[in-house]
């Protein structure tokens, strides 16, 4: 079975700042990995995925995330971010049978101020 | 044109009270599935179906009845409401690599 830890239940930063949301997970065998965002209100939106190749993935809105198989994280960055970058962020994780569903972490709410 | 979709989105309702919410994928998807989302965020999968047949029943009271008519709608039927069954509820789909593709939710709230 998978978990995910996302470290930070909340993330507050000013606007045009950098900013890292923080995921561990823990599985047996080999993941695939997401970063789903929540907006209020709204349901949840994939931002990037990692499958296999490169470890650094690019998602939409300038989000990137690398994966680090050795120390089992995959932490989601952006250079620079926007107030209308506020939202929920969740960590995910699924094994490649294709028979498991996705497991979340808890989420971190980023809140970004002016 | 949306991918999946859900209704209500909202639904009040009194205690005891038996309710249902739909759910439609257009995207072709074999698998689907309801998530409950509790007032701290937490995502927690209820059910899975493949191909309208169940293969994931999480420890869900059988108060809530999961139906596949066919592989593209997934409804849930809830019988005798309680308070503590409010929460935005997600249907989603699965697409083969794994990513899910959710609907707008559907937020219940028992009185």
């Known amino acids: 079975a998978q978990s995910v830890t996302q470290l930070d239940s909340q993330v507050p930063v000013f606007e045009e700042a950098p900013v890292e949301l923080r995921c561990n997970y823990s599985s047996s065998v080999s993941v695939y990995l997401f970063w789903y965002v929540q907006y209020p209100n709204q349901g949840l939106q994939l931002l990037l995925k990692y499958l296999s190749g490169s470890t650094l993935v690019k998602g939409i809105n300038g989000f990137e995330a690398e994966f680090n198989k050795s120390q089992t994280s995959f932490h989601l960055r952006k250079p620079s971010v926007h107030i209308s970058d506020t939202a929920e962020y969740f960590c995910?994780?699924?094994?490649?049978?294709?028979?498991?569903?996705?497991?979340f972490g808890k989420g971190t709410r980023l809140s970004v101020i002016a | 044109d949306t991918a999946v979709s859900q209704t209500p989105k909202y639904l009040v309702t009194q205690m005891g009270n038996d309710k249902s919410i739909k759910c439609e994928q257009n995207?072709?998807?074999?698998?689907m599935y309801w998530y409950k989302q509790d007032s701290k965020k937490f995502l927690k999968i209820m059910f899975s179906y493949n191909n309208k047949e169940l293969i994931i029943n999480e420890t869900v009271p059988n108060r809530f009845s999961p139906k596949s008519p066919d592989k593209a709608h997934l409804n849930l039927h809830i019988n005798s409401l309680e308070l503590g069954d409010s929460a935005v509820y997600f249907c989603a789909s699965r697409y083969a690599t794994g990513e899910l593709f959710f609907g707008e939710g559907s937020r219940l709230t028992v009185l």
């Open positions: 995207l072709g998807h074999d698998t």
């Open positions: 995910a994780v699924s094994d490649h049978s294709g028979n498991t569903p996705l497991v």
